[in-house]
């Protein structure tokens, strides 16, 4: 079936962020006698939506905090971040929007973050009118690896999920754009290249080549 729309995850696709990420889960669990190494952050918590990585912390380290806590003082310092700078877009982003609207497809951000961190993104990078929607944690009951999120954003355009195709760079967001039914171009990062991709449609080492993959499938080429 030919594309036409292209779904960009946030987090490792559109920006280069998880490391600061995994800097920033450590200053909030600092107070709690806990520090993530670089190989738990990538196991288990990269690309997860923030509630669902609180749970399993508070849980899997025994805290004596509510997981709704972590979360907000996760959430905090995300916002303490972007208030003094975005985080920098993955290399040949802007590019790759435009050839994407040039090719007459339509996009969107399908998201395990909070509404806020994807709008800060959009807004201080100049990218809001390259895309329709945006689906966040925000906006589903069970963000990913669930497929409520891509589902909500197919609804949004009006398409079948099949007539999408999704952009992710972990394992959790592969899942959630295979179980809704949507393609999915993989592109693993330094955080997520030991992750099971198996489920991708194609995997691919950079948007560049993302883009090219699209270009000869895409409904309007």
Same mark, same amino acid.
């Given at each position: /079936? ?39 952050? !990538?196991?288990?918590?990269?690309? /997860? %939506? ?39 877009? /993955? %290399? ?98 330094? /955080? ?6 198996? !489920? ?22």
């Amino acid at each position: /079936m030919a594309i036409h729309a292209v779904l960009f995850d946030h987090d490792g696709t559109i920006v280069d962020s998880e490391p600061t990420h995994h800097q920033m889960w450590n200053s909030v669990l600092a107070h709690h006698g806990v520090e993530l190494t670089e190989t738990q952050y !990538k196991d288990w918590y990269a690309g /997860m %939506p923030t509630a669902a990585n609180a749970i399993d912390i508070q849980s899997r380290f025994a805290l004596d905090v509510v997981p709704a806590a972590l979360a907000q003082a996760k959430n905090d310092a995300t916002t303490d971040h972007l208030s003094r700078q975005p985080f920098p877009l /993955m %290399p040949g982003t802007h590019d790759v929007l435009v050839a994407l609207q040039q090719l007459k497809l339509r996009l969107g951000v399908v998201t395990g973050a909070g509404a806020s961190a994807v709008q800060a993104t959009l807004r201080l990078h100049g990218l809001q009118a390259f895309f329709e929607t945006v689906v966040s944690a925000d906006d589903v009951e069970h963000s990913k690896p669930a497929p409520d999120c891509y589902l909500l954003a197919a609804r949004h355009l009006g398409l079948q999920p099949a007539q999408c195709v999704a952009i992710e760079d972990t394992e959790h967001g592969l899942n959630a754009a295979a179980a809704a039914g949507v393609p999915c171009i993989a592109i693993p990062t330094d /955080m997520s290249r030991h992750h099971d991709f198996s !489920k991708a449609t194609v995997v691919v080492p950079r948007l560049a080549e993302a883009l090219e993959w699209i270009r000869h499938r895409a409904a309007a080429a």
